[in-house]
């Protein structure tokens, strides 16, 4: 019983040491699993929100138009911006248009963004 009595403690600080040697790196592995989630969930907000810039832009290709920066209804801290411009046909082609959808938000110190960029024409 004698020479048995100091092993719990020996266990107890090889444990500890363990712990100590394991704990940051699984932290880290879960702060930065926690970051991904988050950044994609808002650039799935971002995918969307840019999808529904593209459906309004390009409801009538006679009025589609290019509409500077602005915040999105509903949505604090998104950005979209719509870019529409001519793209020149050859003769006796459809006239052609390239819309330009950017969807923007700040995460931490960086600006992040989505875009989607699709050809239109009257067809």
Sequence with gaps: M???????????LV???????LAPPLTALLLAGREGLLLAGR?????????????????????????????VDGFAGYTR?????????AAGVLP???VNVTVSWQQGVRRQSVQLLTWRTWR
């Design 96 to 98: 052609l248009k390239e």
């Design 2 to 12: 004698r020479k048995e009595s100091g092993f719990l403690l020996l266990e107890l």
């Design 43 to 71: 650039r799935t907000v971002a995918a969307n929100l840019a999808i529904e810039g593209l459906e309004m832009a390009c409801c009538h290709f006679c009025e589609i138009s290019s509409a500077g920066e602005a915040e």
């Design 15 to 21: 444990v500890l040491a363990l712990l100590a040697l």
């Design 81 to 89: 911006a719509v870019e529409v411009r001519d793209v020149a046909a």
